[in-house]
C-alpha cells in the first residue's frame, strides 16, 4: 500500500476495525517505513490519553433538580403536541403518524382564525405588519390545494427576496435599545419562520448572541400579536433541530401571553 | 470485508448502530415505564446516564459550571421531546445526539465570552477525582494537570472535528454509533477521528512521542 493511503488509514487500523486485506496491506507498508510506525505510535498515545479521560469524572446529581424543573412545568409538552399524541392514539395504524399531524394541522386551521389584524407599532405602519405574515401562512397551512391556489397571486415569496437585498444592506437593528427601526427585519424573520423553518434557524443563530434573545423575544411578541405565535412553534418543534425546539418555547409563552 | 484485524489494545467496544435493532437495549424498560407515565423511571434514566451526558458535555465545554447547565438543557429536552424515539437506535444514542446538540447550542452561547483558550476554566482538574488523586500528590497534580492540558487542546479543535473524537476515544462508542449521534456517514466519522488525532498529536507534541514537538 502507498505511504499517503497507509498514513490515511492509521486511525481505523489502530481502532481495528479495517478488513483483513486492508489490515494486513497496512502492516506490509509499516514494516517497510519508519515514518508510518512513528505516526503510527504518536497516534496510539494520543487515543490512549484521551481514553484516560474517561476516569473519574464527578458528575453532580442532576436528577432531583430535574425533575424539580419538569415539575415546574419547564418540559412540558405543548398544547399542539398534546394534540398530536391524541390525535396519534385515535389514528393507531402505518397511517397514524401523518394522519394525526394531518388531523392537528386541520384542527389548527379551523380553531385558529387568519385574522389579520391592525396592529398599531409606533413608527411602523400598521397595515403593512400584520398583513404580510397572514399571508404567508396561509399557503403553508392549508393543505387544500385551492386555499393555496386561491392565494398564489399573492405569494410572499417575492416580497422576501426583495426584503431579503433590502436587509442586507441595512443597519442591525437589533443592536439598538428599541426595536423601533426593526419592522422590515421582523417582517422579513416571520415569513422565513413560516417559509423554511431550518432558514429561519439559522438566520436567528447569526444574530449575535448577546442580542439573540431579546430578538427572538421580539419576534414572539410580534407572532403572537399577528396569531400566527402558535403555528411558527409547531414548525420548529417539527424540525429535528435542538436550537429550533428551544425557540419554539419563546413562540409558546408569547401565544399564552397573547391571549 | 469479513475478518477485521485484532485491536492492538483492548477496548470494550459497545455494539455498532447496524446491530442495535436486533440487540435488547439495556434501557428498554426504563424507557416504557417513563412512557407509562412512571416519574421514577425517568429518574432512573437521568442518574443511569448522567455521569456519561455530563462527561462528554465536559469535554466538549470545557467547564463544569457549563456541562452541568447543557446537561439539564439535554434531560429536559429529552423529557419535552422522548415521544420522538423511535427505537430505531439505542436509547443512549438518542440521549447523546440531544447531548451534543445541547453542547453546540450552548457553544454558539458562550462563544463570545470565551474568546481566548486562557480563560479555560480550571474547573476541569477540580472535583476529578482519578486514580492519582490517592496518597502522592505529586502525581495527583500531574495528573490534573494532565488533563487540563489535554481538556484545552480537545476545546482548541473544531467542534465537527472534537465531537467525533470525544465519543469514540473518552466515551468509548463505536464509528457506527457515532454516526448516528452526529447523523453523518461513517466514512466521515473514520476520517473526521483521524484528523482530530492528528491535530491534538500534533499539538500534545512533547507528551506523545519521542519527536519532541516538532510540528
Redesign the interface.
Known amino acids: 500500500m502507498r505511504h499517503e493511503r497507509t498514513a490515511?488509514?492509521?486511525?481505523?487500523?489502530?481502532?481495528?476495525?479495517?478488513?483483513?486485506r486492508d489490515?494486513?496491506r497496512v502492516e506490509a507498508h509499516l514494516a517497510s517505513c519508519l515514518e508510518c510506525r512513528?505516526d503510527l505510535?504518536?497516534?496510539?498515545?494520543?487515543?490512549?490519553?484521551?481514553?484516560?479521560?474517561?476516569?473519574?469524572?464527578?458528575?453532580?446529581?442532576?436528577?432531583a433538580?430535574?425533575?424539580e424543573?419538569?415539575r415546574a412545568g419547564?418540559?412540558?409538552?405543548t398544547l399542539v403536541?398534546r394534540l398530536r399524541?391524541s390525535a396519534g392514539r385515535f389514528f393507531s395504524g402505518a397511517w397514524g403518524a401523518p394522519l394525526a399531524t394531518a388531523a392537528v394541522g386541520l384542527a389548527v386551521l379551523v380553531l385558529v382564525p387568519r385574522i389579520e389584524i391592525e396592529v398599531s407599532i409606533p413608527g411602523g405602519s400598521e397595515r403593512e405588519i400584520a398583513r404580510p405574515i397572514a399571508r404567508a401562512e396561509a399557503p403553508r397551512r392549508a393543505p387544500v390545494a385551492a386555499l393555496a391556489a386561491r392565494r398564489v397571486n399573492e405569494s410572499p415569496l417575492r416580497e422576501t427576496a426583495a426584503a431579503a437585498r433590502r436587509l442586507s444592506g441595512s443597519s442591525l437593528c437589533w443592536e439598538q435599545p428599541s426595536f423601533e427601526a426593526c419592522q422590515e427585519q421582523r417582517e422579513f424573520f416571520m415569513d422565513l419562520a413560516l417559509r423554511d423553518t431550518r432558514a429561519f434557524v439559522e438566520r436567528v443563530?447569526a444574530v449575535?448572541?448577546?442580542q439573540?434573545e431579546r430578538w427572538i423575544g421580539e419576534l414572539s411578541r410580534f407572532a403572537a400579536e399577528s396569531g400566527s405565535a402558535t403555528s411558527v412553534a409547531e414548525r420548529l418543534?417539527a424540525t429535528d433541530?435542538?436550537?429550533a425546539?428551544?425557540m419554539a418555547t419563546h413562540f409558546d409563552v408569547a401565544s399564552f401571553d397573547g391571549r | 470485508m469479513t475478518a477485521v484485524t485484532q485491536p492492538l489494545f483492548d477496548r470494550p467496544r459497545s455494539i455498532p448502530a447496524s446491530d442495535a435493532a436486533e440487540v435488547v437495549d439495556p434501557d428498554r424498560d426504563l424507557v416504557d415505564r417513563w412512557r407509562g407515565g412512571e416519574a421514577d423511571a425517568f429518574a432512573a434514566l437521568v442518574r443511569r446516564h448522567q455521569r456519561r451526558v455530563f462527561g462528554l458535555l465536559l469535554r466538549m465545554l470545557g467547564s463544569r459550571e457549563e456541562a452541568e447547565d447543557a446537561a439539564q438543557d439535554a434531560f429536559l429536552n429529552l423529557h419535552r421531546h422522548g415521544h420522538r424515539f423511535r427505537r430505531e437506535s439505542r436509547f443512549s444514542t438518542f440521549l447523546y445526539r440531544i447531548a451534543v446538540n445541547a453542547a453546540l447550542n450552548r457553544r454558539r452561547s458562550i462563544g463570545r465570552r470565551r474568546a481566548h483558550a486562557d480563560a479555560f476554566s480550571d474547573a476541569y482538574a477540580v472535583g476529578h477525582a482519578g486514580p492519582e488523586s490517592g496518597s502522592d500528590p505529586e502525581r495527583a497534580l500531574a495528573g490534573d494537570r494532565l488533563r487540563t492540558r489535554l481538556g484545552r487542546e480537545l476545546l482548541a479543535l473544531p467542534d465537527s472535528l472534537r465531537a467525533p473524537v470525544v465519543l469514540y476515544d473518552v466515551e468509548g462508542l463505536s464509528y457506527g454509533e457515532i454516526a448516528d449521534v452526529l447523523e453523518v456517514a461513517e466514512g466521515t466519522v473514520k476520517s473526521r477521528i483521524h484528523r482530530a488525532r492528528q491535530a491534538l498529536r500534533a499539538r500534545l507534541g512533547d507528551l506523545v512521542g519521542e519527536r519532541g514537538t516538532q510540528p
Open positions: 490515511r488509514r492509521l486511525s481505523e487500523y489502530l481502532d481495528g476495525t479495517l478488513s483483513g489490515g494486513g512513528n505510535a504518536e497516534l496510539r498515545r494520543t487515543s490512549e490519553l484521551l481514553r484516560g479521560l474517561r476516569a473519574g469524572v464527578e458528575s453532580p446529581d442532576l436528577a433538580s430535574i425533575l424543573r419538569i419547564e418540559a412540558e409538552p403536541e399524541a443563530e449575535p448572541s448577546t439573540r418543534r433541530d435542538p436550537r425546539w428551544q
